[in-house]
């Protein structure tokens, strides 16, 4: 867009029907695609406009809603609908929020449509702006129209007005194009056009789409803005229609990424939220998910079949068929496969968590590896150390979390377990099997497990018969050792 459309007054966003077709405790517009709450889409896409007031009508489950709004949109004009059905109704009651001598732009649109971006929005204010328009409506060529207001157009192609499909003729029904629901109106006229406006129709309603004919009738200019791009302006009524714009939305989200210099190897398979940001150069193998406010850095290869939810992810990092959430993974850190990332796993530079390692609130240093089948939790290692095989940090009394710290360059045997709280000083070393309840200094090597006695000729003796026996028998004779049972 190279044109930037003048700020309009205020944008409204109608917010206040029930949409029982989604079949959910939940309101709809709080229904999820992209990451993101399809009102939380349609306040964006509003603010882009960067709007002087912003103004949402409710009225279906009202505290949900408002209390969801307002954490996205602190500023947010709220306002509530009576028991007076309608969008005409919704947008007078949202008009009651403004400034009675309101001048300029009121743009109005749907918090269930979530694929409108600013971009269109902008291109329907300056079409408005441009014409001297009292009214510009949104509108799209469909094949099939069922439901929606008919765009009745006059000789010079300008809008004599809407008609609703429970209210059209059969000529009416003929027509494919729609009204999206999206308008850009005169303030003054907005608000005298809506005192006009009754409730005489087949559903009983205060009608927006009357705004349009009141309006030319008193001498303005009535006009539309066509979009060939019908998912701008398509709404979500079922889940079957959310699935459908969601990956939609998925699929455009994916080819910005791809034309800003991201590798994604199977767009089918990749989904990303619309608030993950992406370096150039980053690799999305198949099967990954990128949620929430996660952010990947240049040269990183994540996937296949990841999961990472709001997450730092440093330059040239890898992350292999994992899942990782609330962490951060700093740049050439390796993760995977199949590693358990749970929050507060801070990874730093070049270090590693391998497979089958699950880990929770801990600070991993530069280069420190911990590369094979453990649990860290509560935890802080220092550089360069290597956690052995099997480690598991014991930070749970029943009761209590508590803390192990373990120091750089220290070098932890196989199965060693971290009785939390416990301390294990700079270069320190552990024993296979070592059970650490008491802090190790600086440079020891701790040492649990009692050393190692043989008992010379047992299996002969306490197996007899048995095939461990024979095959000990037969070692035995080979070796010239003796074959007597041990007594
Ligand atoms: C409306 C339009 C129709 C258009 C269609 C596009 C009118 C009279 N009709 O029809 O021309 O083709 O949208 O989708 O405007 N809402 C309120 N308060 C209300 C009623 C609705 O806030 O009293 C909100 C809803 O939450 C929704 C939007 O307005 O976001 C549209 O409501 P909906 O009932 O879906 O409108 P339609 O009857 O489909
Ligand atoms: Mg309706």
């Given at each position: 867009m190279s044109v930037q459309a003048n700020a309009p007054a205020a944008v409204i966003v109608l917010a206040a029907g029930a949409g029982t077709r989604m079949k959910s405790a939940k309101p709809k517009i709080l229904h999820e695609i992209g990451g993101r709450s399809m009102v939380g889409h349609a306040l964006a896409a509003a603010r882009g406009l960067e709007p002087q007031k912003l103004v949402a009508v409710v009225r279906h489950e009202r505290d949900r809603v408002v209390e969801h709004l307002l954490q996205i949109n602190p500023d947010l004009l709220i306002a509530d609908q009576d028991e007076i059905p309608g969008t005409g109704r919704a947008v007078q009651q949202g008009l009651e929020q403004l400034d009675e001598n309101l001048e300029g732009t009121v743009v109005v649109t749907y918090g269930?449509?979530?694929?409108?971006?600013t971009e269109l929005l902008s291109e329907l204010v300056i079409a408005h702006d441009r014409d001297g328009n009292a009214v510009t409506v949104l509108t799209a060529l469909l094949e099939d129209a069922t439901g929606y207001g008919r765009i009745l157009r006059a000789d010079d192609d300008t809008v004599l007005g809407i008609r609703e499909h429970k209210d059209a003729s059969a000529a009416e029904h003929a027509i494919r194009e729609v009204n999206s629901g999206i308008y850009a109106f005169d303030a003054q006229v907005l608000r005298s056009a809506l005192t006009e406006?009754?409730?005489?129709?087949a559903q009983g309603e205060m009608y927006l789409t009357d705004v349009l004919g009141i309006a030319r009738t008193n001498g303005g200019r009535v006009a539309a803005v066509v979009t060939e791009d019908a998912w701008q302006v398509e709404g979500a009524n079922d889940r079957v229609q959310l699935a459908a714009l969601g990956k939609e939305m998925n699929r455009r989200t994916l080819e910005a990424w791809m034309r800003a210099g991201v590798s994604i190897i199977d767009p089918d398979s990749t989904w990303i939220d619309v608030e993950v940001a992406l370096s150039s150069d980053v690799t999305i193998k198949p099967g990954t998910q990128l949620h929430g406010s996660t952010a990947i850095g240049t040269d990183a290869i994540i996937g296949p079949d990841s999961t990472i939810t709001n997450t730092l992810v440093g330059r040239g990092a890898k992350v292999v068929r994992s899942d990782v959430t609330d962490s951060k993974i700093a740049e050439n850190a390796s993760v995977g496969p199949f590693a358990y990332l749970r929050p507060k796993t801070n990874l730093g530079p070049d270090a590693k968590i391998g497979a089958f390692y699950e880990t929770k609130n801990i600070v991993v240093g530069r280069g420190s590896k911990l590369s094979h089948l453990g649990y860290a939790g509560d935890a802080e290692i220092g550089e360069y150390t290597n956690i052995g095989c099997g480690?598991?940090?014991?930070?749970?009394d029943g009761v209590n979390k508590h803390r192990t710290v373990i120091g750089s360059h220290v070098r932890t045997a196989s199965n060693t377990v971290f009785v939390a709280p416990v301390t294990i000083g700079d270069g320190a070393y552990t024993g296979a099997g070592a059970i650490v309840r008491k802090n190790v200094p600086a440079g020891a090597l701790a040492l649990t497990v009692a050393p190692q006695r043989n008992a010379e000729g047992w299996t002969l003796s306490?197996?007899?018969?048995t095939p461990a026996a024979e095959a000990a028998f037969k070692s035995a004779l080979d070796s010239g050792e003796s074959t007597e049972p041990a007594k």
């Open positions: 269930d449509v979530p694929l409108l971006t406006v009754t409730t005489e129709n480690n598991i940090t014991a930070n749970y306490k197996r007899p018969g």
